[in-house]
């Protein structure tokens, strides 16, 4: 067994000389110059200094007074603010002292967190796509601006980031290639759409499993959950990975809620829009359980919501693309993915026709789009489909099953994406990847067919189906049903006890 006691963690090394008071007048480290507050909304504002003083911050007409408490906090929230790319001078004053920052504009921010998919720079993307490469290098300057936190994990929460280590990005072509791709075509889409300055707070962690972005508190509100914080905590490490729905830690960054202490605690409750994820190569891979991934799922979105005092803060995710066909956990957390819909304002950015030799797929610009199209339509009313279709329901009469879906956008099609291209109809080939299950729980190849917006699938082989799926193995090729938006459907399995997430004989 490997133990992950006593290793020193950022938490503790970063309070090595910290006091309570503060003589000197701080500002929170997410502010800097050339900042991306969010419009529409009060604005947080907070930092440190000397107990009972008074702090005054001064930004666009108004002067806002907070005062410090005998712990040294002081905190105040700026009235909404309208959207300009017209920079100004943010300024926060004690007594005589002044911190200023110059150059902060008003617009969209949004948080953007996962692992290496999510981390996955431009200059990754642009050594393996023309196009991408093209991008980075366009003199255009985007009104997107970018601030990374990427400090090591935290044993406890911690209050504040380093602040000669993280500073606001204006978007360049000096400052692109170590961009996360996945944020900044999301990010180009909204401004291209909104015509407002865009702000992504980016944090996310490569090989990193769920658990460590998860709120520790959260392990507690759910029962499947208790059991993953007890085990880490007593460092049983070898009982919590062969737990159901449990974890391989590798580190201790993969402790319950170790990177959201260091990398989302210090910037909450920072003004944003919602926040944006991709995530679960490391919940689902080789020894790896994908189960319960949802209830992890719902533990994240409603533990963020809760530090940033936004009860409703929109959470949209990327859903795995296909990688390898024996990648059977990467077929279970799909589904958990998709389960994970049926928290309120969640959306997901279906990407099972992404597929690629790499674990890293290297088309992000798909993925950021469809990442867009959620707020587009659902915050911003825009006039765009937000997902490929999503199965709703499975009706068997005999030996026929009706499979039902939401987002038809327009209606159902097959259909065949090459690169980067849109996906083409191909209204003469067969709808691939269906099957159906027997009574004894065994699944065989099924065809189908489109009519009148539903997919009716059949098989001379199961005259009595008790469950349906679509594209549940680890790497479809071309799984091709999709809406007329040109969004792919996702895949989906009706009865998830039926949907095996390791190869057989292995557990």
């Given amino acids: 067994m490997i133990s992950l006691r006593g290793l020193p963690s950022a938490a503790a090394l970063s309070l090595v000389g910290a006091t309570l008071l503060h003589a000197d007048l701080q500002v929170a480290g997410v502010f800097s110059d050339h900042a991306v507050l969010q419009q529409g909304v009060h604005v947080p504002v907070w930092g440190k200094a000397a107990p009972g003083a ?41 007594g005589e002292k002044t911190i200023s920052f110059e150059d902060v504009v008003v617009g969209e921010v949004w948080l953007a967190s996962g ?6 720079s431009l200059g990754a993307c642009a050594r393996r796509l023309e196009e991408v490469k093209k991008v980075m290098n366009d003199p255009t300057s985007l009104g997107v601006r970018m601030l990374r936190v990427g400090c090591g994990d935290a044993e406890r929460p911690q209050a504040d980031l380093d602040r000669k280590s993280h500073h606001w990005k204006i978007d360049s072509p000096s400052v692109r290639p170590g961009q996360s791709a996945a944020a900044f075509f999301f990010a180009r889409r909204l401004h291209e759409e909104l015509k407002v300055p865009i702000g992504i707070i980016e944090s996310s962690w490569g090989g990193k499993p769920i658990e460590g972005f998860i709120p520790r508190p959260e392990f507690e509100r759910f029962p499947s959950l208790k059991p993953i914080l007890r085990l880490a905590d007593e460092n049983k490490l070898e009982e919590l990975k062969a737990l159901e729905g449990g974890v391989w830690v590798r580190n201790t960054a993969g402790l319950p809620g170790r990177i959201f202490n260091s990398r989302l605690s210090p910037i909450a409750p920072f003004a944003v829009r919602g926040a944006i994820w991709y995530q679960a190569e490391s919940n689902a891979g080789t020894a790896e359980d994908p189960r319960n991934y949802r209830h992890k799922m719902r533990a994240l979105i409603e533990g963020w919501r809760r530090a940033w005092k936004q009860p409703a803060m929109p959470f949209y995710f990327v859903q795995l693309p296909g990688f390898r066909d024996e990648m059977h956990g990467w077929t279970r957390v799909r589904e958990e993915q998709r389960l994970s819909l ?29 990442l867009a199209r959620w707020p587009l339509a659902l915050h911003y009313g825009k006039k765009v489909v937000p997902s490929g ?46 099957a159906l299950a027997d009574q004894s729980g065994h699944w065989h190849p099924a065809q189908a067919e489109i009519a009148s917006g539903e997919v009716v699938v059949q098989s001379e082989a199961v005259p009595n189906p008790t469950a349906v799926r679509y594209a549940c193995s680890g790497a479809p090729r071309n799984a091709n049903l999709y809406n007329r938006a040109g969004l792919p459907a996702s895949p989906f399995c009706s009865r998830l006890d039926l949907l095996p997430w390791v190869p057989p004989g292995i557990r």
């Fill in 389 to 434: 279709p999503l199965f709703k329901s499975a009706e068997i009469k005999g030996s026929i099953v009706r499979v039902r879906f939401t987002h038809l956008g327009g209606g159902l099609m097959i259909a065949r994406k090459e690169g980067l291209a849109p996906p083409k109809e191909t209204p003469a080939s067969e709808l691939q990847h269906f």
């Fill in 54 to 94: 008074e702090v005054t911050v001064r930004f666009a007409g108004q002067a806002k007074v907070a005062q410090t408490s005998k712990a040294g906090i002081w905190m105040l929230q700026l009235d909404a603010l309208q959207a300009t790319s017209l920079g100004s001078l943010f300024e926060v004053s004690k």
């Fill in 115 to 120: 692992q290496s998919n999510m981390q996955f």
């Fill in 342 to 370: 049926e928290i309120p304002n969640t959306g997901m950015a279906v990407a099972i026709d992404l597929r690629d030799a790499d674990i890293h797929p290297a088309n992000k610009i798909d993925v950021g789009e469809r």
